[in-house]
């Protein structure tokens, strides 16, 4: 089995993390993709990528990748990969829903021997003490004797071209050292990426999750510090860019943090530490400083107006971006709404605009239920704002010249740039606030 020749492998879930794996796999192998999501599957057959992680447009003439909903296409194969959403819901509890599904699905369909490795972040333990009972019910089969598991976390950066599936090092962990073999030659041959052996499962599971802890704890300290600058009347660019000429300075950025990994992974390791009985209070804190930086945005953009004295009735605002991250497609999660919300809740009506949003191929029923209305997909429906926010970097305004900026605004407006994407600009209004 370890030279993967004729072996069968399938990839549960076609998201951001397994439609990438699933392309790199099938430049050397046969591989399925299974989703539940008929609509995804359609898509994808027809060459449609929702994630944009995909650079080839012909990925699905690819004779080596099958797509596919049916279970029984997956049937008995050698390698099963589980790549699937794990959120939080709305008490910050993790909703593992998507991978008990998945671990009962891919249970009804192993033969003896197979292989399944999971992708999906969890907390420490999760795989021993939840997926692989889920396995050995559905399947009848026992671990170790006549089937095998493994973990190795997703280190996929949505929107991020540099740093990539295949130049990130790989992290696996298995049931034993006979698939701790397999996976790794199946990882290392047949993507030809660095591989780090971890000591086990667990070790896996933690080492994903303190990424993102970290991530979240810089980003918190970094937001903070920001929050007391301003009130100092102090650029925390400047401050950054003078602390980072020391060679230990670690430069972060302040801003929202959204998405299914830096805002929701610490809230794993927290639910397991609530499990031991243990109350984490650094963890906890950065949360809730990140978790409150839309409110807090929307708030300064308030003091603006009032402090510019822009008070006549009907104040038109445009927040330009509101995906989770820049140059990503992804509005899940996004901290922008709470911007939109926070003004909302104030009497404005903020017109929201972002280049990655389509309406045709949105499927996000809390955007379509809360938001449809402010969206535009018509950047000139911003022209003549009173208050322009920048919330998301994205490329496109980036590249977006001074005359194009000027269009959107009049000489009264307030210009808030929380991304400092326009610094460079020689911009037409009142006032332009970077951060």
């Keep these: 089995m370890k030279t993967l020749i004729g072996n069968k492998v399938a990839v549960i879930g076609l998201g951001y993390v397994g439609l990438p794996l699933l392309y790199h796999l099938s430049k050397k192998i046969e591989v399925y993709g299974y989703d539940i999501n008929l609509n995804t599957?359609?898509?994808?057959?027809?060459?449609?990528?929702?994630?944009?992680?995909?650079?080839d447009p012909k990925f699905h003439k690819n004779k080596k990748i099958k797509f596919t909903n049916q279970l029984n296409d997956i049937k008995n194969f050698d390698i099963y990969i589980i790549a699937v959403p794990t959120p939080v819901d709305d008490h910050n509890v993790p909703d593992l829903s998507a991978l008990k599904n998945a671990s009962s699905m891919v249970g009804s369909v192993i033969k003896k021997n197979s292989?399944?490795?999971?992708?999906?972040?969890?907390?420490?333990?999760c795989t021993e003490e939840i997926c692989i009972p889920i396995l050995e019910t559905v399947s009848k089969l026992k671990i170790n004797k006549d089937f095998y598991c493994g973990y190795s976390p997703e280190r996929i950066n949505p929107g991020d071209k540099i740093h990539t599936l295949l130049n990130t090092t790989k992290i696996i962990s298995a049931s034993n050292l006979k698939a701790l073999n397999t996976i790794k030659c199946l990882y290392s041959k047949i993507l030809g990426i660095p591989i780090f052996q971890a000591s086990s499962i667990k070790v896996a599971e933690a080492a994903k999750v303190i990424e993102n802890v970290q991530r979240d704890l810089n980003i918190a300290l970094i937001n903070e510090l920001s929050i007391l600058f301003t009130k100092?009347?102090?650029?925390?660019?400047?401050?950054?860019?003078?602390?980072?000429?020391?060679?230990?300075f670690i430069k972060f950025n302040p801003g929202l943090v959204g998405g299914h990994c830096i805002g929701v992974d610490p809230y794993y390791l927290t639910y397991k530490a609530d499990m031991l009985k243990y109350n984490p209070q650094v963890i906890l804190s950065g949360r809730r400083i990140n978790d409150n930086m839309g409110r807090y945005y929307a708030k300064e953009s308030i003091k603006l107006l009032l402090k510019y004295k822009i008070n006549k009735k009907n104040i038109k605002i445009g927040i330009l971006g509101f995906t989770f991250k820049e140059n990503c497609p992804d509005f899940r999660n996004s901290r922008v709404f709470d911007i939109y919300d926070e003004l909302k809740n104030h009497g404005f009506n903020p017109i929201l605009y972002d280049p990655y949003y389509d309406k045709t191929q949105t499927n996000n029923s809390v955007i379509k239920k809360n938001y449809q209305k402010a969206i535009t997909e018509d950047l000139k429906k911003l022209s003549n704002s009173d208050l322009i926010l920048v919330a998301v970097k994205h490329n496109k305004f980036n590249r977006m010249t001074s005359k194009s900026i000027n269009e959107l605004i009049h000489k009264n407006s307030i210009v808030y740039d929380i991304k400092n994407t326009w610094t460079n600009k020689k911009l037409n209004c009142k006032k332009y606030i970077s951060i």
């Design 115 to 125: 292989i399944v490795i999971y992708e999906s972040t969890v907390y420490p333990g």
């Design 232 to 248: 100092m009347d102090i650029k925390t660019s400047d401050v950054l860019n003078a602390a980072s000429t020391k060679w230990n």
């Design 41 to 55: 599957i359609n898509s994808l057959k027809n060459g449609i990528d929702n994630t944009k992680e995909i650079d």
